[in-house]
């Protein structure tokens, strides 16, 4: 990415349910996220997103530019009725990590390496 650009990892879980994992993979697979939601994360200022998963713990890795303010992008999504149905839906797969706060989702990771 540019140097231009921040990074941001976070981390989820899914329910561990083979077949939940699976509808989820689905929505998320080229072509199948909702146009107003990619479009809510690049208004973000969001360049590039992408989500790894081993069992059913997952890894987000956001690319932001410089208009990119995480209060701001909570503030949009709680405004945008079409994001706020997408992450109700979500909730049929995700579950929050076991220190998460109640209604807590997705948890910025600290970076402890560098090369």
């Known amino acids: 990415m ?13 329910k561990d349910d083979p077949k939940l994992i699976a509808e989820y993979k689905k929505y998320h697979a080229a072509g199948n996220a ?3 939601i990619t479009k809510s994360i690049r208004d973000a200022g ?3 997103m992408q989500i790894y998963l081993t069992g059913n713990r997952m890894f987000m890795i956001m690319e932001v530019d410089e208009t990119f303010n995480p209060e701001k992008k909570a503030e949009m999504d709680a405004n945008n009725p ?4 997408w992450e ?4 049929k797969y995700q579950q929050g990590l076991p220190w998460a706060k109640k209604g ?7 970076k402890v390496f560098q090369l």
């Open 2 to 14: 540019s140097k231009n650009t921040t990074r941001f990892c976070y981390s989820c879980d899914l």
């Open 34 to 36: 909702w146009p107003e």
């Open 46 to 48: 969001i360049v590039d």
């Open 82 to 85: 079409k994001v706020q149905e």
């Open 88 to 91: 109700q839906l979500m909730w």
């Open 104 to 110: 807590e989702k997705w948890i910025l990771l600290e």
